[in-house]
């Protein structure tokens, strides 16, 4: 199959070199090779699969698609950009490229794993209400939880009345209630309603005080990344992931 070419300065852009317009401006001043050839015009079209780009006397690779596990820390929004807050995309840093995207939202005050793709249909997937891609969270609850907190949840549970949730996994690690303080618990679930976790809890007379997701389907948080670092998904990973979930069936 014929790869498809694309401008000098979209590569370069999309690989986190610099905007469009300082792309242009670092052709014209002859910092940009292709094929080991300057070449001052930004909108020359480059065939990413096979021309060698480098910026800088350094090469720059191409890749159409970019997937990194993030620790996301309490206080940053899962979006792309807030006026009001830092968000995911403002922890990846500028060299990054600029159509990646959280795939789903953690609650400003949720911490853990967030996938950051610009893989629209690995996303869709993951997200996909008819996949029940499994989501486990680590919590810390206070109140007292009822004994069948565990058998109400795997029934599915209704909330306000009206919203029927799936079944869902509960495991008690500590116990809490009013002699030992919070609970902590991990709990699965198979579907991302809003602020689900918080009000399945809540409709227990229990509160949320802490929450943190520890995996998505068969992706779990690398434990050795702090509160707001990340790094690439490995190989393995990423083809796990893309075989439970069915994404990239239709290729080729
Ligand atoms: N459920 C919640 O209540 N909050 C989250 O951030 C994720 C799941």
Known sequence: MMAKKIR???????????????????????????????EKQADAK???????????????EYRALEYFMLNKPQGVVSATEDMRHRTVSDLLGGEKRRDLFPVGRLDIDTEGLLLMTNDGELAHCLLSPKKHVDK????????????????????GMVLQGQIRLKPAELKVLKPGGSRGGEAEVLLTIREGKFHQV??????????????????????????TLQPGEYRPLTGEEL??????????????
């Open 239 to 252: 083809a796990r992931l893309r075989a439970e979930t069915g994404a990239g069936d239709k290729e080729g």
């Open 8 to 38: 000098l300065d979209r590569f370069l852009s999309e690989m986190g070199k610099g905007s469009r317009t300082e792309i242009r401006s670092a052709a014209k001043k002859g910092r940009i090779q292709v094929n080991g050839r300057t």
């Open 136 to 155: 486990t969270y680590f919590a810390r609850v206070s109140g007292r939880l009822p004994e069948d907190a565990a058998g109400q949840m795997a029934a």
């Open 198 to 223: 918080k009000r399945m809890f809540e409709a227990l007379d229990c509160q949320v005080v802490y929450l943190k997701r520890l995996s998505m389907g068969s992706l779990s948080l690398d434990e």
């Open 46 to 60: 480059v065939d990413p699969g096979t021309d060698i780009v480098a910026m800088d006397g350094k090469p720059v």
